[in-house]
T-cell receptor, first 111, second 116 residues
Framework: QKEVEQNSGPLSVPEGAIASLNCTYS??????FFWYRQYSGKSPELIMFIYSNGDKEDGRFTAQLNKASQYVSLLIRDSQPSDSATYLC???????????FGTGTRLLVSP | NAGVMQNPRHLVRRRGQEARLRCSPM?????VYWYRQLPEEGLKFMVYLQKENIIDESGMPKERFSAEFPKEGPSILRIQQVVRGDSAAYFC??????????????FGDGTRLSIL
């Protein structure tokens, strides 16, 4: 079982729709969770981070965390073609500094 | 530019040569992390360093790879006797002190290493 799992996609949504990206993780001791956006050939860019169960909103982005289910998600409202990228879920466990990444979900937003 | 600085952006080496990748963390950051991204794959942790200390090298291949973060100057990821399988994007990230598991890591633009 992979430590962090994401559906590779592509996830296709029309412009203006809500895109829902999901991630599960295996380490129950994981403490902090990050979503990065990566355009092709570019570096990962931090979008959101969340530590506590529940929702965290920032503009069009909402991160959701359910530690009991070991599940974290990212919602993108009013999706734009410029949101088309690969979204990487990253997890960090207790006492460890390294991030464990999923393989990413490719999002395609069509005009 | 106060971001994480990596150089070179692109590096081409022939098999058997050495590759040196450099990373200067964000201003005020003293924790550096190296990750490798193979084509069509996610980022894999390689090594975590603080100034003059390797904290976690659990992701480093046992041979040919080494890393340092000297008191002065950038962090260096060194790959000796490169092979084609070393072709990848190498990303450096940094985070501020104190070491806090909730601090996000900020990435540099990466070095794309190509082995001929």
């Amino acid at each position: 079982q992979k430590e962090v799992e994401q559906n590779s996609g592509p996830l296709s949504v029309p412009e203006g729709a809500i895109a829902s990206l999901n991630c599960t993780y295996s380490d129950r001791g994981s403490q902090s969770f990050f979503w990065y956006r990566q355009y092709s050939g570019k570096s990962p860019e931090l979008i959101m981070f969340i530590y506590s169960n529940g929702d965290k909103e920032d503009g069009r982005f909402t991160a959701q965390l359910n530690k009991a289910s070991q599940y974290v998600s990212l919602l993108i409202r009013d999706s734009q073609p410029s949101d088309s990228a690969t979204y990487l879920c990253a997890v960090r466990g207790t006492g460890f500094q390294k991030l464990v990444f999923g393989t990413g979900t490719r999002l395609l937003v069509s005009p | 530019n106060a971001g994480v600085m990596q150089n070179p952006r692109h590096l081409v080496r022939r098999r058997g040569q050495e590759a040196r990748l450099r990373c200067s963390p964000m201003k005020g950051h003293s924790h550096v992390y190296w990750y490798r991204q193979l084509p069509e794959e996610g980022l894999k942790f390689m090594v975590y360093l603080q100034k003059e200390n390797i904290i976690d090298e659990s992701g480093m291949p046992k041979e040919r790879f080494s890393a340092e973060f000297p008191k002065e100057g950038p962090s260096i990821l060194r790959i000796q006797q490169v092979v084609r399988g070393d072709s990848a994007a190498y990303f450096c990230a940094s985070s501020p002190r104190p070491a806090d598991s909730n601090q996000p890591q900020h990435f540099g633009d990466g070095t794309r290493l190509s082995i001929l």
